[in-house]
C-alpha cells in the first residue's frame, strides 16, 4: 500500500511539473549576412557622416528591427539579434531592406540616398545573405539654361 501512494504522489508530481514547462521553447532571433553596393554608387555611400540602415519587415512590411551603423565600409557584415527587435520576440517570414544616407531619418527617402531590398523571404536565424544597394533616388543636376538661367531637376541614377 505504501509503494502504491509512492507511485501515485511520484506521477502527480511529474504531471505538475510537466504542466509548467514551455509547450515549444522560443527560438532566439537571429539574422546575418553582408550589404555590398554596386560600384557607381560607392563613393556616394562611403562619404562622412553616412549611415547604413538594416530594415527587418515582417511580410506585411512592418519594421520589427533596425540595425544602424554610422560611417560604414563596403563590404558591411551585420547580425542582427533579439538586441534589435522593436517588439518583444518574433516568428515567421521577413525581408530585408538597407538604407543607406546622411540625414539620419528613415521610412522617407530623400534625393541622394541609397537603398536596396532582398528578393527573398527569410527564417530568423538565416546566415550568409546578400544585400546589394543598387538603387539610388534622384540627386539635383543640372539641367542646363533658359530664360531665367541655369535650373535644377532631379534625375534617377
Not at 540616398?113 to 543640372?142: C, H, N, Q
Request: aromatic share 10%; proline share 4%.
Amino acid at each position: 500500500m505504501k509503494y502504491f501512494v509512492f507511485l501515485i504522489t511520484l506521477i502527480s508530481l511529474g504531471a505538475g511539473i510537466y504542466s509548467f514547462y514551455p509547450a515549444k521553447k522560443e527560438e532566439p532571433f537571429s539574422i546575418s549576412g553582408k550589404v555590398e553596393v554596386v560600384q557607381r554608387l560607392l563613393k556616394t555611400a562611403t562619404a562622412s557622416n553616412v549611415s547604413c540602415s538594416v530594415i527587418v519587415k515582417n511580410e506585411a512590411d512592418v519594421p520589427i528591427a533596425i540595425k544602424r551603423i554610422v560611417n560604414p565600409s563596403f563590404p558591411l557584415e551585420f547580425n542582427i539579434n533579439r538586441n534589435d527587435l522593436l517588439i518583444d520576440s518574433f516568428s515567421g517570414n521577413i525581408k530585408l531592406e538597407v538604407q543607406i544616407n546622411s540625414h539620419g531619418n528613415l521610412g522617407v527617402l530623400q534625393a541622394g540616398d541609397i537603398f536596396g531590398e532582398s528578393s527573398a523571404l527569410y527564417a530568423s536565424g538565416s546566415k550568409d545573405i546578400l544585400l546589394v544597394a543598387d538603387k539610388m533616388i534622384g540627386k539635383p543636376t543640372l539641367a542646363g539654361k533658359n530664360k531665367r538661367g541655369n535650373f535644377f531637376r532631379t534625375a534617377a541614377w
